[in-house]
């Protein structure tokens, strides 16, 4: 079994049951495999996808492109993430995916995966699975910037990539890889920069957690999630960090 396979697998059974026959017949996908400099996009709005794309190894962001020139940053995305399955059912893209620092990712033909999904219904229902999990996120990051303060918006967010990569095997001890710019985390709670500085200095002072230089290291994680009011259900997952 290929790395790339392995990859899908260990995600979908996070929250799915896949048989020895969904195992080969998810082994059998063939993929192109493309490598992204930071912040390059590999699907753009308005694109209309004959591929899905696989996050093998970085991170990967969902945005909308504002009409003047801003991005809202919708959702990050891991390895084992399939961040447009929804590209499956829908004539074409409302969002962008681009890298967040360096990644490679895969390219699934729809052609492939829909057969595959009429042969094993069961691969096709956890597709459907991680389809319906990402739009939980997508509702909880709708809740975080529109309903909590400042501070508790930032803690969230930490804490549900955390949270994520913990529960697959992704984080490092206590430390994450996130190479996101200010800049940019300004651009995924709404906030402006000098309040993402402001932000973060207040979350440090609470010995909770650092982040510097795209790596984030959570120094106490229930005091984190008290500040982010964290519940992961929405998350779907088991373990915690």
């Not at 990051?141 to 529960?167: K, P």
Request: hydrophobic fraction near 40%; glycine fraction near 6%.
């Amino acid at each position: 079994m290929e790395a790339t396979h392995r990859v899908l697998m260990r995600n979908l059974r996070e929250h799915s049951r896949l048989s020895s026959e969904d195992v080969a017949e998810i082994s059998s996908l063939t993929y192109s495999i493309r490598r992204l400099e930071p912040n390059e996009d590999f699907i753009c709005q308005g694109d209309v996808p004959k591929v899905s794309a696989l996050v093998v190894s970085g991170m990967a962001a969902r945005y909308h492109l504002l009409g003047n020139g801003r991005r809202q940053y919708l959702s990050f995305h891991m390895s084992g993430d399939l961040p447009d399955a929804q590209a499956l059912f829908i004539t074409h893209m409302d969002h962008a995916l681009c890298a967040i620092g360096a990644a490679t990712i895969a390219s699934i033909p729809h052609s492939e995966m829909i057969k595959s999904f009429l042969r094993r219904p069961a691969f096709g229902f956890a597709i459907w699975r991680e389809t319906l999990i990402d739009a939980a996120i997508l509702r909880e990051a709708i809740t975080n910037n529109s309903a909590r303060d400042v501070r508790t918006r930032m803690a969230h967010l930490f804490c549900e990539l955390f949270y994520r990569a913990g529960a697959s095997g992704r984080k490092n001890g206590n430390s994450l890889a996130f190479p996101i710019s200010l800049a940019q985390l300004g651009e995924t709670l709404g906030i402006a920069i000098a309040t993402v500085n402001r932000t973060l200095q207040t979350l440090r002072a609470s010995q909770a957690m650092e982040f510097r230089d795209g790596e984030l290291i959570v120094k106490d994680w229930r005091r984190l999630q008290r500040l982010g009011e964290f519940n992961p259900d929405y998350l779907h997952v088991k373990p915690v960090p």
